[in-house]
């Protein structure tokens, strides 16, 4: 049964929060690896910031005039609702396929390494467009289990990595390709502001100070992230893969190990998450057969999927933070552009 | 009806097609024209004793003088008998139901109407002590059969004129009566008239039991594996429920209640918690929690551990467990799954099984299947273990045991198949399907998840009575209600 009552908007918020959280869970060396601690901070700084000035036309379009992108197009001609249509599809379709393709890869090189990837994809995208099936309500109502869970995780890694931290070795250093670099790797949680603008109908009771919040914890998470693999792994984690699954194999809790599957567990959800809301979002926005939408956008993020297994060239593109970035900026451009144009609430009264 | 009471008599006996416990009297009454009445009965439903004694008798002892039949119907009802209950009956249908329901129903020749006189006494079983619901303090009664004993149950710890019980029949054929019971001040209106609807769509040609109305009564349908309908054998219970605004619904020959709409949280609820002291009642709900959780997943993570993941068990576990593995000849999943199979089946056989064989049952159970296989290296000791566990965590709360079974097999076999990943994923499914199930539009893990930060002293925790009984929590005031 799928639940048609409204939400609160905070929710929605935290369900982003877990999925940006995605982002340096599946972090690839994607990281400079000289920087310093204070670059990467201020790398880590200033791409949450920049992540919250791409949240702002999203949030003005909620606040001030009450709407999201379905109402924005609804009064626009046929060919600017195409033209803006095909830049939110295309956008979901490869932010999707970005997060999918990178679990995917850290699934197969971390844990099964003889699971094929494509079953790995079939898996994961069936349980997504189930939950998308059942709407973003039941997304958002499922991301407060998985906050408990992030919550636990996060406190027994860090935790365990608190006692191994040895604060030596820091050299000062880093250039600005570095921290253009890092700056470009943190500002892919931007992707949250597409989405909650395409799904924010769902939402009521929308309140700025949530991003602020949201962007704050981010940071934070970020930091300690960095912080707990500098001083816990140490140099030798620069030459070594998915460093955040590094730093939960390390830990154990007394004699029980299996930290790793932990994380598998929090990372495996956020993805999910993720995923579940892009085809919510497609489902709010696309309107018609929920079912049928559900089904028809995972098998697009299934083809592509292959396409990217079996095309190296393909694959690049498709996991390329650059690439995502700059779809993300096009996409924020977008809204703003459907933001200015639309009358604010008052007015729209009047 | 007509005014003949031959002719009325005749189509009562067509109606019942002359079955052998339609019970007929007809009786010359004291009067100057000799008039003629009778009683319309069905065996076993009307205690003998009271029938003769304020109905009978009475109309036998009565002169009527030149009275009519309608006058002689007006007489009876007004002066001659005492009964309580008394009811005029017009339609053919109406006398039958009341007949049936153990009603004596008197005619009387040239009257257009019959009366319907309550003598209703059937053998049933007595107020006794639930077996399913038992308490450490408070009260010992239980739910019966009988639908207006229930009742009674109910008003003895509610007198207030705001408890309405609202009468209703379900059944083309079986026409069992059930009663919709809620607090007219607490309910809303809305949900009330949900459930009303609810039933009276109700299209089953015959309702047994509560249980048959249970599905008619969820959102869903009954598709979801979880229920949005609770049932509980204790009228305290009940009556609890009905002050946070929910609706009973009791149904005639059910010795259990059903209550809607029923939320996640509740299952760990008992009425002990709130004569126990608060700390307590916290340590046993949480206590509660863990043991589901265990129940659902031990055996699918040890499957998992075990078949993928040898790595994650601590060392001196592992060296045990795989020691005692590799002397069994069975994959792991496949013992694991055996052992659950046939716990169920010994579980089921112990149910059905008369009470004075229970123990050669347990016997057989324990030591046959038990010992004598673990000896004979065909399980293993830490597989039985495992097993055992999470069939005993799964009688911790008693109500979710047939969805806690199901997981626990769906788990297993994912686990055995995919390892942990597939258990996460499993998790994901059970959960989104948890948290878009409703119970009359109220959802089903409300207070968690929508989570309601007032509602939560009486989730995990048991806040003091002096915090809970600030504000009482009401159903339909939990977020994100929908609208039908």
């Not at chain 2, 002719?7 to 009562?12: A, F, G, I, Y």
């Not at chain 2, 009297?25 to 009445?37: F, G, H, I, M, V």
């Not at chain 2, 030149?66 to 007489?75: I, V």
């Not at chain 2, 911790?396 to 390892?419: C, D, K, N, Q, W």
Request: with cysteine; net charge neutral.
């Amino acid at each position: 049964m799928r639940i048609s009552v409204k939400f609160s908007s905070a929710r929605l918020m935290l369900t982003l929060l877990l999925c940006g959280m995605s982002v340096i869970l599946l972090e690839n060396y994607n990281l400079a690896a000289n920087q310093s601690l204070a670059s990467r901070m201020l790398s880590i700084a200033s791409g949450v910031g920049l992540c919250i000035v791409l949240f702002l036309p999203a949030a003005i379009l909620r606040k001030n005039k009450n709407a999201d992108i379905c109402d924005v197009l609804k009064r626009k001609n046929r060919v600017s609702k195409t033209v803006f249509a095909i830049i939110f599809a295309v956008y979901l379709i490869f932010t999707s396929e970005y997060f999918l393709l990178k679990y995917t890869d850290m699934f197969t090189k971390k844990y099964y390494t003889d699971a094929p990837e494509w079953l790995i994809a079939v898996l994961f995208l069936a349980v997504c467009a189930y939950a998308a099936y059942r709407g973003a309500n039941a997304v958002t109502r499922f991301s407060i289990f998985l906050f408990g869970l992030a919550l636990i995780v996060y406190a027994l890694i860090f935790g365990g990595a608190a006692g191994e931290l040895k604060f030596s070795g820091e050299e000062l250093g880093g250039g600005c390709d570095g921290f253009i670099n890092d700056l470009l790797f943190f500002v892919t949680p931007s992707f949250a502001a597409v989405i909650f603008s395409l799904t924010s109908g769902y939402t009521e009771k929308f309140c700025l100070r949530h991003i602020f919040i949201s962007g704050a914890a981010l940071a934070a998470f970020f930091a300690a992230e960095e912080i707990f693999e500098r001083f816990a792994l140490g140099a030798y984690a620069n030459q070594q893969e998915y460093r955040f699954f590094l730093l939960s194999k390390i830990q154990r809790l007394g004699e029980i190990k299996g930290m790793e599957a932990m994380y598998m567990a929090v990372v495996t959800t956020s993805v999910f998450c993720l995923i579940a809301l892009s085809v919510c979002a497609v489902n709010y926005t696309a309107g018609g057969n929920v079912l049928l939408n559900s089904l028809v956008f995972p098998v697009i993020l299934l083809v592509l999927h292959f396409c990217a297994t079996s095309f190296i060239s393909v694959r690049e593109i498709l996991s390329s933070v650059l690439v995502l970035d700059i779809f993300s900026g096009v996409a924020v451009a977008a809204i703003l552009l459907l933001a200015v144009g639309y009358p604010n609430e008052r007015r729209n009264h009047a | 009806m007509y005014t003949s009471l031959n002719k009325n008599l005749t189509q009562l006996r067509l109606m019942f097609a002359d079955s052998a416990d339609l019970t007929i009297r007809e009786l010359r009454l004291r009067s100057d024209k000799n008039a003629l009445a009778a009683l319309i009965t069905i065996e076993g439903m009307c205690d003998k004793e009271v029938l003769a004694a304020s109905v009978m008798n009475p109309l036998l002892a009565f002169d009527f003088g030149s009275k009519t039949g309608d006058e002689l119907a007006a007489s009876v009802r007004g002066s001659v008998l005492s009964s309580a209950e008394m009811i005029e009956v017009i339609e053919f249908d109406e006398a039958a139901n009341y007949a049936v329901s153990g009603f004596a129903v008197l005619a009387f020749d040239g009257c257009k109407k019959m009366l319907a006189v309550g003598v209703q006494g059937y053998a049933f079983r007595g107020v006794e002590e639930p077996e399913s619901e038992v308490v450490q303090r408070g009260s010992r009664e239980g739910f019966c059969e009988p639908l207006r004993i229930n009742m009674s149950l109910i008003r003895r710890r509610i007198k207030s004129p705001d408890l309405v019980f609202e009468l209703m029949s379900v059944g083309e054929k079986s026409k069992t009566q059930l009663m919709l019971c809620y607090l007219k001040s607490r309910a809303s209106e809305k949900l009330i008239q949900t459930v009303r609807t609810r039933v009276e769509n109700c299209d089953l040609e015959a309702v047994l039991g509560a249980g048959y109305l249970s599905e008619y009564l969820e959102d869903d349908g009954g598709k979801s594996i979880f229920s949005g309908v609770g049932i509980s054998e204790r009228p305290d219970t009940v009556c609890g429920k009905l002050i946070e605004g929910r609706i009973a619904v009791i149904v005639d020959g059910t010795p259990a209640v059903m209550i809607v709409p029923r939320l996640f949280v509740e299952e760990f609820q008992a009425v002990d918690d709130y004569s126990n002291r608060p700390y307590y009642a916290t340590f046993i709900r949480a206590l509660k929690y863990m043991a589901i959780i265990v129940s659902v997943y031990l055996p699918g993570i040890y499957t998992a551990f075990a078949q993928y993941h040898p790595e994650y068990f601590p060392t001196w576990i592992l060296i045990k467990t795989s020691e005692s593995i590799s002397h069994t000849p069975l994959p792991v999943t496949l013992e694991v799954l055996l052992i659950a199979f046939v716990y169920e089946i010994m579980k089921e056989a112990g149910l059905r099984i008369p009470k004075s064989l229970g123990h050669a049952v347990s016997i057989v159970g324990a030591l046959v299947i038990g010992e004598s296989a673990v000896n004979a290296g065909i399980i293993s000791a830490s597989t039985l273990m495992v097993v055992a566990v999470a069939a005993i965590c799964s009688y911790v709360t008693s109500p979710l045991y047939p969805p806690v079974m199901t997981l626990r097999f769906l788990f297993i076999i994912v686990g055995g198949m995919i390892g942990l990943w597939g258990i996460v994923l499993a998790s994901c499914v059970v959960v989104i399907n948890m948290c878009s199930k409703t119970s009359l539009g109220i959802p089903y893990l409300s207070s968690l998840s929508p989570f309601a930060r007032r509602t939560m002293r009486d989730v995990v925790l048991r806040a003091p009575w002096k915090t809970l009984s600030k504000h009482t929590i009401r159903v339909q005031n939990f977020p994100e209600t929908e609208d039908e």
